[in-house]
């Protein structure tokens, strides 16, 4: 029986930016800028789904991944979808437009991205990595996944690029992207090395590289922890 809508879950970590945008579809959506470090160790935008997703009419999950790199952009934002919205997230991101200002808000993608994904409306939801850190002069506790919730109404997650037309199992679709250092490029993620105390969120430096327009001090969250713990080797953000 084919599905005529299911449940997406789209799991995204590693070092990018997510923001409201409009789409080339001209659709509101919400945009994550998967950044290519000009100063860093190489990043590799890539996507994890189960095989059975591949099936033309799947009926139970394989329990094996297929793994994918992602093409320069992935446009779903014309999606047909039930409800959701588009807004920014709350403090469970540090967010750049506290540091860079209005005039310089507007990033513009290029060279300095992996992958350019559009994200029709819904819903957010968080992993919450265990370490605290110090943002703007506020302690945080950070998200390590942003998990996007979409109510697609309709029977196919169309393909892009390598990434073939996907097909639900049971009404759901769950997909893991991450952007990287190929070392923790695997899924499930492995484990980060907890960074030293007071030193700066590693490769956060590489998003301001987003915004050609600023060329003030690239200021990072600082790690303070209050309890032992890991985390991943760079974390989300997000910014107008």
């Known amino acids: 029986m084919v599905t005529e809508s299911f449940e997406l879950r789209i799991r995204v970590m590693g070092l990018c930016l997510f923001r409201p945008a409009v789409s080339d579809n001209e659709k509101r959506c ?52 039930m409800g959701g919205s588009v807004k920014k997230f709350g403090s469970e991101l540090p967010d750049l437009s506290d540091v860079i200002g209005d005039e310089s808000a507007n990033p513009v993608p290029g060279s300095n991205v992996n992958t350019v994904l559009q994200l029709p409306p819904g819903e957010a939801d968080f992993e919450l990595s265990g370490p605290d850190w110090e943002w703007e002069g506020t302690q945080y506790r950070l998200a390590n996944v942003v998990i996007w919730i979409v109510n697609v109404n309709e029977e196919s997650l169309p393909g892009k690029g390598d990434l073939p037309t996907l097909h639900p199992v049971a009404e759901k679709m769950e997909l893991f992207m991450s952007n990287v250092i190929e070392a923790h490029s695997t899924y499930p993620p492995p484990e980060g090395t907890e960074p030293k105390k007071n030193t700066p969120m590693p490769h956060f430096d590489a998003l301001y590289e987003l915004y050609e327009r600023y060329k003030g001090e690239r200021r990072s969250p600082i790690y303070q922890p209050r309890s032992m713990s890991t985390t991943y080797s760079c974390l989300p953000s997000q910014g107008k």
């Open 30 to 81: 919400m945009e994550v800028l998967m950044v290519k470090p000009k100063h860093h160790e190489k990043h590799v935008a890539r996507v994890w789904y189960d095989k059975a997703y591949e099936s033309s009419s799947p009926t139970q999950l394989s329990g094996s991944k297929n793994r994918k790199d992602l093409p320069g952009k992935i446009d779903w934002s014309a999606l047909k979808v």
